[in-house]
């Protein structure tokens, strides 16, 4: 057990729906990373946040968003659903040495199907 | 941009053979490096890692020396069991916005490990 959790576990909904996905990072970690997982792209991470502020984004598209509260969860909500957002969604959490090294450590994942 | 190039799978390898799995990667700076493993159905965790050059990350028998010279990574095992049948991802610390930690992640590699 990493640690981290997320929910839903599975999800299934319609294409031009919008879907909440939500993560509990490990006590005491402070930066939440969302990734995307698919059997075309692999792994590509999407957004960091870091004590409630947006740290870095990377391949997240304009339809998807997220956030980080004050008790450091975190949710991304993904809408106007297509059927090519269909994969794996992991949340992971870390604490940045000041080595610059990060040790980050994943949820299970939300698998996302879109129909 | 930074990235990493690991072997194509899937690899099977018959239980107690050695295990070489390729990884290379391209970074400005110096990032940090990354072995990852997901079992099936559940989400990644940390193999092992290495922060600096000609660092050696190990664990559960799994090895992984930094090599700056020649960009390299590789996982090596000197006797695999069933019970390492995953798919491992490569991956390193990238640097997206001038923000230190997110993960850049090679395509994977499956390996099944036959008794």
């Known amino acids: 057990d990493s640690g981290v959790t997320q929910t839903p576990k599975h999800l299934i909904t319609a294409t031009g729906q919008r879907v909440t996905l939500r993560c509990s990072p490990r006590?005491?970690?402070?930066?939440v990373y969302w990734y995307q997982q698919s059997l075309d792209q692999g792994l590509q991470f999407l957004i960091q946040y870091y004590n409630g502020e947006e740290r870095a984004k990377g391949n997240i598209l304009e339809r998807f968003s997220a956030q980080q509260f004050p008790d450091l969860h975190s949710e991304l909500n993904l809408s106007s659903l297509e059927l090519g957002d269909s994969a794996l969604y992991f949340c992971?959490?870390?604490?940045?040495?000041?080595?610059?090294?990060?040790?980050?450590?994943f949820g299970q994942g939300t698998r996302l199907t879109v129909v | 941009g930074d990235s990493v190039t690991q072997m194509e799978g899937p690899v099977t390898l018959s239980e107690e053979a050695f295990l070489t799995i390729n990884c290379t990667y391209t970074?400005?700076?110096?990032?940090?490096l990354f072995w990852y493993v997901q079992y099936p159905g559940e989400g990644l965790q940390l193999l092992l890692k290495?922060?600096?050059?000609?660092d050696k990350g190990s664990n559960k028998g799994f090895e992984a020396t930094y090599r700056k010279e020649t960009t390299s990574f590789h996982l090596e095992k000197g006797s695999v069991q069933v019970s390492d049948s995953a798919v491992y991802f490569c991956?390193?610390?990238?640097?997206?916005?001038?923000?230190?930690?997110?993960?850049?992640f090679g395509k994977g590699t499956k390996l099944s490990v036959k008794p």
């Open positions: 006590s005491g970690d402070l930066s």
């Open positions: 991956a390193l610390s990238g640097n997206y916005g001038g923000s230190q930690g997110n993960l850049i």
């Open positions: 992971a959490s870390s604490v940045v040495s000041a080595g610059g090294s990060t040790e980050a450590f």
């Open positions: 290495a922060t600096k050059a000609d």
């Open positions: 970074a400005t700076g110096y990032p940090s």
